[in-house]
């Protein structure tokens, strides 16, 4: 089996993710580290350098996919972020990694053509204006920045990770852009303080049903039927394997 198969998996377990969600805490690429560089194709055409944005500005990167609810869950939000700090030297960026619960109408990815089509599909459903990108087969940048299915990253403008979360929450999203907005006001004021590192364990509210229904109904009846049986627990139901 190729990376690229081993990476676009067929079927959700619950397995895929432990690895990294033990080690994200302390993965080798931590807030304060320089962010990994990339380039990758926009699902429009063009590409979209990490570099040419932290040139700009502030980053955020929302990494997740179609058949991921919690990550769809959140788009609304984010796009209302995008439209207020988007004239603010703040980016955002969507980078489409792999299906994590592949359905007849959203299979796992086998071609970049095929990938960009999905995510596509997932931006003009989600109706969000801010670049959609489609990594690597292999989900090169995806793992690079920790492989979680629905993650959240912050890179200042000078290239450092100032934010990485292992869930995307619009809301403590929107606080750490205020606290760097702060910092910017403060650094043309000639009166920027200190520079502190945090670490912060928070709750997140479960996606609605209605999103979960609506996304998995549309990638297809397996999609549907992975998330159940990987969220059986959770959700009070028998698992099915």
């Known amino acids: 089996m190729t ?60 990494f997740g996919c179609f058949t991921a609810p919690p990550c769809i869950a959140q788009l609304p939000a984010l796009e209302t972020m995008h439209r207020t700090y988007g004239g603010r030297e703040i980016s955002f960026v969507f980078v489409y990694t792999r299906e994590i619960h592949p359905g007849e109408n959203f299979p796992p990815h086998r071609t970049i053509e095929q990938k960009l089509e999905q995510a596509r599909r997932m931006r003009d459903h989600a109706r969000i204006s801010f670049p959609v990108t489609a990594d690597a087969l292999d989900g090169s940048v995806h793992l690079a920045y920790g492989g979680l299915p629905s993650m959240a990253i ?13 869930w995307t929450v619009a ?45 998995l109904e549309l990638a297809g009846p397996k999609s549907r039927a992975d998330y159940d049986r990987a969220n059986a627990n959770r959700l009070g139901r028998r698992p099915d394997a």
Do not use: C
């Open 154 to 166: 912050v890179v200042h403008r000078d290239g450092t990770l100032v934010y990485r979360g292992e």
């Open 171 to 215: 809301p403590v999203i929107r606080i750490v852009l205020e606290d760097l907005l702060r910092q910017d006001k403060s650094a043309q004021l000639a009166s920027s303080g200190r520079r502190a590192y945090h670490e912060w364990i928070s709750p997140m509210d479960p996606e609605p049903i209605e999103a979960q229904q609506t996304i």
């Open 3 to 62: 990376s690229v198969d081993d990476y676009n998996i067929e079927t959700y377990y619950r397995e895929i993710n432990n690895a990294a969600r033990a080690v994200f805490p302390s993965a080798p690429l931590r807030v304060g580290h320089r962010a990994p560089a990339f380039e990758l194709p926009e699902v429009d055409g063009g590409a979209i350098r990490l570099e040419s944005l932290t040139a700009r500005g502030h980053v955020v990167l929302i």
